[in-house]
């Protein structure tokens, strides 16, 4: 038996988790179609108040047109109540307490209950009715009561009222059962002043006509509320139709602006505010169009002019070059200030064809022509032969290049001399900005991606130069000595190569925490993933945890 009730509990509990995790998706795809359908939004709005209106407007019509029927049916009633009153003085003259009083209320309600239809129209007729007489008097018990009709249902509130009355006619509507069954009645009570002793008359008007009336007028209200608000809805939704069209057209237009077909052109039909809208649309999308011509024209003519101009300035090189080299070979034989200034002008040209390479490699990149050529490589060895080409300048500045690598390969599908040359440029940078102090490189995989931490611990970056750093000939403080004789494109062209792999290029700093960039590179070609392997900013490892090693003397390539 407990078998049996734990299956059906957890087949319970089930079925309720199905239901929520059903009732949740459904509520989040409306939530994100309320947020994205002005449409459904300004509909659903329109129909929320319209309800509003529709329900308080019924409540006012229901509680008019009810008290209207009511009020007609008392003033009726009260009416040919008193005409009964008068008939019931007329057949109750002399009678006394010795007589048969009970008989005679009797013959009187006969009376009543036999009035013609042309006696009620002359009295306002107020429809079907019950009459009650009753021998009453203050202080009276039940065994001296003489009644006759359904003197039960009268409520003792109106027995009372009519007792303590001056000869006023009082009215109350009061509910009784009648074989099961609630029946509601206006029952109106007045005495009558003939007989003695005293004597009431009550007649009970049914108000199940009044009540049918009042269901029906119910029934056509809420129909009609309803009939109103599906007209209200398709009224809204084909108004805001003609509006919200025009701008789904134009937002479609925009995106395949956005997307590069810059001849994308919207409709003008008419004159309305939309149409002005579509003509605005085109004349901003034209002079976008010949803005983004004007400026394609000029980038090309730009790459060209750095192109050739880089070229043309290879010759005259090549010859400064070959002197340079001829008068730096026999320094030695000359005075020590023109030796010197040999010294200078071989590192000068040394550094002005590393600019000539960079402005080549550059404008290639922007005229988009560079092709990717991988293949699969062992990002250790691309590691330490970087570092390997940084070990003079970074013993030059005292700075200690610390690797932290994994013991086993790390293979991805990259072009090498495209990863070292951006591994060169960072370790260059992190040994230029380092003041001396050790610059961490680290290596990282996952299934998806491998990335490349340089991390120094210099001068840093300010707040919004992480973003800055990338940009071409652009340094933090200009005024500051380069230790490496840095063109100022080797950051840009690594940004370039690092999205040629489709990865990403990332930069953190703060000022006198030192900087560090991060390499992420996908590990397959036209793989994409989802997250680095490294985080940034960097986490800082304990010395138990970790044991970088040095750079060696000797890194074999």
């Not at 459904?40 to 509003?52: E, P």
């Not at 008068?86 to 048969?100: K, M, P, Y």
């Not at 039960?152 to 059962?177: A, G, H, M």
């Not at 020590?336 to 990149?365: M, Q, Y």
């Amino acid at each position: 038996m407990s078998a049996f009730l734990t299956r059906h509990l957890r087949a319970l509990v089930v079925a309720a988790t199905r239901l929520v995790a059903t009732g949740r998706r459904r509520s989040a795809a409306f939530g994100d179609l309320w947020r994205r359908s002005l449409q459904l939004r300004v509909v659903v709005s329109t129909l929320a108040l319209g309800s509003a209106v529709v329900f308080v407007l019924g409540m006012v019509l229901q509680s008019q047109i009810t008290e209207r029927l009511v009020g007609a049916k008392e003033t009726a009633a009260v009416e040919q109540t008193r005409a009964a009153v008068q008939i019931a003085e007329r057949e109750l003259v002399g009678i006394s307490a010795t007589s048969d009083v009970t008989n005679r209320l009797k013959g009187a309600l006969n009376k009543l209950t036999t009035i013609s239809p042309d006696q009620q129209s002359a009295s306002g007729s107020a429809g079907a009715f019950e009459p009650v007489l009753v021998s009453d008097s203050a202080g009276s018990t039940a065994a001296n009561i003489d009644v006759a009709g359904p003197y039960e249902d009268v409520p003792k509130s109106l027995r009372e009222f009519v007792l303590s009355s001056n000869n006023n006619t009082v009215s109350q509507i009061y509910t009784v059962d009648r074989g099961g069954e609630r029946v509601t009645f206006l029952m109106v009570g007045a005495p009558v002043t003939s007989a003695s002793p005293a004597v009431q008359l009550y007649m009970l008007y049914p108000l199940t006509a009044e009540q049918r009336t009042i269901g029906v007028v119910q029934s056509t209200l809420l129909v009609g509320g309803m009939v109103l608000m599906l007209l209200l809805a398709g009224i809204t939704n084909l108004v805001t139709r003609q509006v919200v069209l025009p701008v789904r057209r134009a937002a479609r237009a925009a995106e395949r602006f956005a997307d590069g077909e810059l001849d994308e052109r919207m409709v003008v039909a008419g004159e309305d505010d939309v149409a002005r809208l579509a003509q605005s649309y085109n004349e901003m999308a034209e002079s976008i169009e010949r803005q983004i011509r004007q400026l394609e024209e000029f980038g090309q003519l730009q790459r060209r002019f750095t192109s050739d101009v880089s070229h043309e300035l290879r010759t005259p090189l090549t010859t400064v070059r070959m002197a340079a080299d001829v008068l730096h070979a026999s320094r030695k034989q000359f005075p020590a200030g023109l030796a010197r200034s040999t010294e200078l002008l071989v590192d000068e040209l040394d550094r002005f064809e590393t600019l000539l390479a960079d402005l080549l490699e550059i404008s290639r990149l922007d005229a988009g022509v560079e092709e990717l050529v991988s293949e699969y490589a062992d990002m250790r060895a691309i590691a330490r032969r970087a570092v390997e080409s940084v070990r003079v300048i970074a013993r030059r500045s005292g700075s200690e290049v610390v690797l932290d690598l994994p013991d086993e390969e790390v293979v991805a599908e990259v072009e090498p001399r495209r990863v070292e040359r951006i591994v060169r440029n960072l370790l260059a940078n992190a040994i230029d900005h380092g003041e001396g102090r050790p610059v961490e490189l680290c290596l990282a995989a996952n299934d998806n991606a491998v990335a490349i931490t340089v991390r120094d611990h210099g001068v840093g970056l300010r707040t919004g130069e992480a973003e800055l750093v990338f940009n071409r000939f652009w340094r933090a403080d200009p005024s500051r000595n380069r230790h490496t004789g840095g063109t100022g494109l080797g950051l840009a062209i690594s940004l370039e190569d690092a999205r040629l792999h489709g990865g990403g290029l990332d930069a953190w700093g703060e000022p006198g925490e030192g900087a560090c960039f991060r390499l992420t590179l996908p590990r397959r070609q036209d793989e994409e993933y989802s997250d680095s392997p490294l985080s940034l900013p960097p986490v800082e490892p304990s010395t138990a945890a970790t044991q970088p090693q040095s750079v060696p003397e000797e890194v074999s390539p």
